[in-house]
């Protein structure tokens, strides 16, 4: 099989870090390097989470890149009130020493991109992919695909009444993703909350895990521990939404998602800061720049991603017919 080429660019971060998980263990991929970003957590702190992850995974033969430290124009706005202290759920996991790269992810993003065909899974603000474009916008039109977890359609925002996180950190970042994409002719694929929100690890799946895997399943238990209390505390919710896996389940098999094209924008000031304006009725008479994707299967997402991470045949994961 020949494997598909693909950066990801994240602030792990609790569902990053399993989103990461699933594309390492996705035969169909090669991983070429994770480029970290500010957002979840700050982008040091990402690093080393990044490594926590590889090391668990025992694939620190994946090169991490540490990028932007601060959104393009925006105060840097953290999320660790959901991610915990650590960025990883306060399972405070022992550092991972040294494998610090010698370039920065852009310049790693600008090489790679400009030697080979390799698409990108964008899971944080997207402040590096804005660098690379004012620095070599050619680089960034090379991108064969770009998956984007962020933006919203038709659901609330996480962040404001209207925003998503990863847009609303650094909507500028965003905004000239976006028309940089309008502007090249490509479309971005937008995994955004409309979907994501459908995909809640609930405490039976996880449970369900643990009793398949039980060091796999420790591991998810330990970093998602404080993300199921934040889930509880703040949208009363009994379960985890674990919005990045999904961007990496859609790049596998697209099946798994359902949308539309569209011309979308996204604000970059005001009340609706980081909102996604989706042109659905073609209003601006503009060529669609994105794949809003609106509607998924949880199921076979979950089916998908515990065959993968767990190494089992989906076939025998019989029992999420009746806990999904
Ligand atoms: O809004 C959800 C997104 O913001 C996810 O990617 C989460 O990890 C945070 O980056
Ligand atoms: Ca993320």
Redesign the pocket.
């Given at each position: 099989m020949k494997k598909r080429k693909v950066i990801i660019d994240?602030?792990?971060?609790?569902?990053?870090s399993l989103a990461i998980m699933l594309a390492l263990r996705s035969p169909e991929l090669e991983v070429m390097g994770i480029t970290i970003v500010c957002?979840?957590s700050p982008v040091e702190m990402g690093f080393e989470n990044a490594k926590k992850v590889l090391w668990q995974m025992g694939r620190l033969d994946v090169p991490v890149y540490i990028g932007a430290d601060r959104p393009v124009k925006r105060e840097y706005v953290n999320?660790l009130d959901?991610?915990g202290a650590d960025g990883l759920g306060e399972s405070f996991l022992p550092q991972v020493p040294g494998y610090r790269q010698t370039v920065s992810a852009v310049e790693f993003l600008a090489c790679t991109l400009k030697r080979e065909k390799v698409s990108v899974i964008a899971?944080?603000?997207m402040t590096n992919l804005a660098e690379l474009i004012q620095k070599d916008k050619e680089a960034f039109l090379q991108i064969d695909e770009l998956i984007s977890?962020?933006g919203s359609y038709k659901s609330h925002g996480?962040?404001s009444p209207v925003a998503?996180?990863?847009y609303w950190?650094d909507p500028d970042a965003a905004a000239l993703v976006y028309e940089t994409m309008y502007a090249g002719g490509k479309h971005i694929h937008m995994v955004g909350?409309d979907v994501?929100r459908e995909i809640v690890l609930t405490p039976t799946i996880l449970e369900y895990i643990c009793r398949l895997d039980e060091e796999m399943g420790a591991f998810i238990q330990k970093i998602t521990k404080f993300y199921f209390d934040f889930h509880w505390n703040w949208e009363h919710i009994i379960g985890c939404?674990i919005?990045?896996p999904l961007a990496v389940a859609y790049f596998l098999d697209r099946n798994i998602c359902e949308g539309f094209d569209a011309f979308v924008q996204v604000e970059t000031q005001g009340i609706s800061i980081g909102q996604t304006v989706v042109d659905a009725m073609n209003f601006y008479r503009r060529k669609a720049n994105a794949r809003v994707l609106t509607k998924t299967d949880a199921k076979s997402f979950f089916v998908l991603f515990l065959s993968r991470i767990l190494g089992i045949e989906a076939e025998k994961l019989d029992l999420l017919e009746d806990i999904v």
């Open positions: 994240c602030d792990p971060g609790i569902d990053d957002g979840n999320a959901t991610h899971l944080g603000p977890m962020g996480n962040c998503e996180y990863n950190c909350l994501t939404v919005n990045d």
